[in-house]
């Protein structure tokens, strides 16, 4: 079965301004054969002219989308997808780290498909109040509509995932259990991770994945794992514990639309070595014809303007 392949990974400060760390990462991506690469911290990328971006994008046989400020980007198998929009005009001022957010058309999928939406994004570090903004704006995204060859109003199906600094709620067998605060050493990041309750005592900040679910996208990760043939390893560690920041966590998520949840077929978190970067990659296998028809199905029917 022809299959696609989406990951999510945060290149620490796109490899610290070294070049052999960001050849590594290219390298790691490589053995990966990644049709869509959601990227955060893409750091000196815009230097001299997107340079850098522009390697990274050759060095992969991809085309790519950088967002504002190097935040973040979006590279694509040229082959495969078409790139229909740029949404570079509809980010608006809400985030700290802005995301970058396209349009892209499965080529296999046929001139009456409709297209869809990929996101990359990283919310704010240090603000949990940020972060709900931020992934509430996010879910914009997940309600754009198109008109659909047959000349219906549809909303396009999307792919969003990234960096959440917060944790998935909890309620999943296997899933990563919620930091005891104390157990966070470094007292600014105790903070930056976590929210006051209703009690007025703070928890671990669950909020962005909370507004994300309630706005219908899916945990990729915690769908497969609930699935007939998923397996509990695609909710393992997208970040490794430390000493001060405290246990391993589960800070990198994608999310689908429901539509597209049937076209998933694997989820696997690929480490990498700590030298390379402090973030692992999640992976998200699709099959190709069943993601093409969901392209093509249109359903759910509902009906935009």
């Given at each position: 079965?022809?299959?696609?392949?989406?990951?999510?990974?945060?290149l620490e400060r796109?490899?610290?301004?070294?070049?052999?760390?960001?050849?590594?990462?290219?390298?790691?991506?490589?053995?990966?054969?990644?049709?869509?690469?959601?990227?955060?911290?893409?750091?000196?990328?815009d230097a001299k002219?997107?340079?850098?971006?522009?390697?990274?994008?050759?060095?992969?046989?991809?085309?790519?989308?950088?967002?504002?400020?190097?935040?973040?980007a979006i590279l694509?198998?040229?082959?495969?997808?078409?790139?229909?929009?740029?949404?570079?005009?509809?980010?608006?001022?809400?985030?700290?780290?802005?995301?970058?957010?396209?349009?892209?058309?499965?080529?296999?999928?046929?001139?009456?498909?409709?297209?869809?939406?990929?996101?990359?994004?990283?919310?704010?570090?240090?603000?949990?109040?940020?972060?709900?903004?931020?992934?509430?704006?996010?879910?914009?995204?997940?309600?754009?509509?198109?008109?659909?060859?047959?000349?219906?109003?549809?909303?396009?199906?999307?792919?969003?995932?990234?960096?959440?600094?917060?944790?998935?709620?909890?309620?999943?067998?296997?899933?990563?259990?919620?930091?005891?605060?104390?157990?966070?050493?470094?007292?600014?990041?105790?903070?930056?991770?976590?929210?006051?309750?209703?009690?007025?005592?703070?928890?671990?900040?669950?909020?962005?994945?909370?507004?994300?679910?309630?706005?219908?996208?899916?945990?990729?990760?915690?769908?497969?794992?609930?699935?007939?043939?998923?397996?509990?390893?695609?909710?393992?560690?997208?970040?490794?514990?430390?000493?001060?920041?405290?246990?391993?966590?589960?800070?990198?998520?994608?999310?689908?639309?429901?539509?597209?949840?049937?076209?998933?077929?694997?989820?696997?978190?690929?480490?990498?070595?700590?030298?390379?970067?402090?973030?692992?990659?999640?992976?998200?296998?699709?099959?190709?014809?069943?993601?093409?028809?969901?392209?093509?199905?249109?359903?759910?029917?509902?009906?935009?303007?």
């Amino acid at each position: 079965m022809m299959t696609l392949t989406v990951v999510c990974w945060n290149l620490e400060r796109n490899g610290k301004g070294d070049p052999a760390l960001r050849r590594a990462g290219d390298e790691i991506l490589r053995r990966l054969q990644p049709d869509i690469v959601l990227r955060q911290e893409m750091g000196d990328a815009d230097a001299k002219g997107h340079t850098v971006f522009h390697e990274q994008c050759q060095a992969l046989g991809m085309r790519g989308v950088l967002g504002p400020g190097s935040c973040t980007a979006i590279l694509y198998n040229p082959s495969r997808f078409d790139l229909v929009r740029d949404w570079s005009d509809g980010r608006g001022p809400h985030f700290v780290l802005p995301p970058t957010a396209i349009t892209l058309r499965l080529k296999e999928a046929g001139p009456d498909a409709l297209p869809f939406n990929v996101i990359s994004y990283h919310l704010a570090y240090a603000s949990a109040q940020q972060r709900q903004l931020e992934a509430e704006w996010l879910t914009t995204w997940a309600d754009k509509g198109w008109k659909a060859p047959d000349g219906s109003h549809r909303v396009l199906p999307a792919i969003i995932g990234g960096d959440n600094n917060s944790y998935p709620e909890p309620g999943t067998e296997g899933d990563l259990l919620l930091p005891d605060l104390s157990a966070i050493k470094d007292q600014p990041h105790r903070l930056h991770r976590s929210r006051r309750g209703s009690d007025g005592v703070r928890v671990p900040d669950t909020e962005p994945d909370h507004t994300l679910r309630t706005a219908g996208l899916e945990d990729v990760a915690r769908h497969w794992a609930n699935s007939e043939d998923g397996e509990a390893g695609a909710l393992a560690r997208t970040v490794n514990a430390t000493e001060t920041h405290g246990p391993d966590s589960r800070i990198d998520r994608v999310y689908l639309t429901p539509g597209l949840l049937p076209a998933v077929t694997g989820v696997e978190v690929h480490e990498v070595p700590l030298d390379v970067s402090d973030h692992h990659i999640p992976a998200i296998t699709l099959g190709n014809s069943t993601f093409a028809d969901a392209l093509t199905s249109y359903a759910p029917p509902l009906a935009r303007t």
